[in-house]
């Protein structure tokens, strides 16, 4: 069978590297996984989420240039805690950076971390986490990242999952000719693509191609520059 977005036959994801699985059933989790493509490897992956929040931070990390590669649920860890017990934990992600450093990310609803007092067990837990592991270990909670984050990264997963070569050269040659700030909605209407040039567009400024404010929505009336040559 042939799929006509993607131009050749159908080629399952790979499936998740994680090495703990949740339960089927949960009332008090929302899980599920999306597919990737990571700068990594050539093929697509499933990577699993255990809750919205944990969605929302995968999300937004595939939407960051420097990230090359994600490992959910990674093998876990053991710390002692404050009792002094040796204690497992597992991260929810473990992200490589395209200069190689990693980072472990425990993500936490901010009403978790406050109730439970999860954030002084997770200094114990960065602080023991040995470098073989990761470089670095950060606690991701509903603060970390703003809902125009989170929304520019959920339209720009759904924009990756189907390449249009002929929009992306499109709005690249535009590019290539600005010599002043433009908006997306320009771009697009230059191209005549409509709404191929505003996907091929969005793309390109989270492709460093060209910026725009990205604390707020990226919408046709966002202004684009080029990057600076240095």
Not at 85 to 113: Q, S
Not at 173 to 182: S, V
Not at 190 to 218: C, E, H, Q, W, Y
Request: glycine share 6%.
């Amino acid at each position: 069978m042939y799929d006509d977005d993607f131009g050749g036959p159908y080629v399952s994801p790979e499936r998740t590297r994680a090495t703990r699985m949740f339960p089927a059933r949960s009332r008090a989790s929302g899980r599920g996984f999306v597919i990737a493509k990571l700068r990594a490897g050539a093929a697509w992956r499933q990577l699993i989420f255990e809750s919205d929040l944990e969605r929302k931070c995968l999300l937004v990390l595939l939407s960051q240039k420097a990230v090359v590669n994600i490992w959910d649920q990674p093998p876990q860890i053991t710390y002692r805690n404050k009792a002094g017990k040796p204690t497992f934990h597992t991260f929810d992600f473990l992200v490589t950076l395209e200069d190689g450093k990693r980072i472990a990310i425990a993500v936490k609803p901010d009403g978790l971390v406050e109730r439970n007092g999860f954030n002084q067990e997770f200094a114990l837990i960065k602080a023991q986490t040995t470098k073989q592991f990761a470089d670095d270990a950060l606690l991701v909670t509903n603060s970390s990242f703003s809902a125009a984050e989170v929304r520019n990264a959920e339209l720009l997963h759904m924009f990756r999952q189907a390449e249009d070569v002929e929009a992306d050269a499109a709005v690249h040659q535009i590019f290539r000719g600005m010599n002043c700030e433009r908006s997306l909605g320009h771009v697009v209407a230059a191209t005549g693509l409509n709404g191929r040039a505003f996907r091929a567009g969005f793309k390109a400024i989270f492709d460093g191609i060209v910026l725009t404010d990205m604390s707020v929505p990226v919408t046709e009336a966002s202004m684009l520059s080029i990057p600076e040559v240095r």
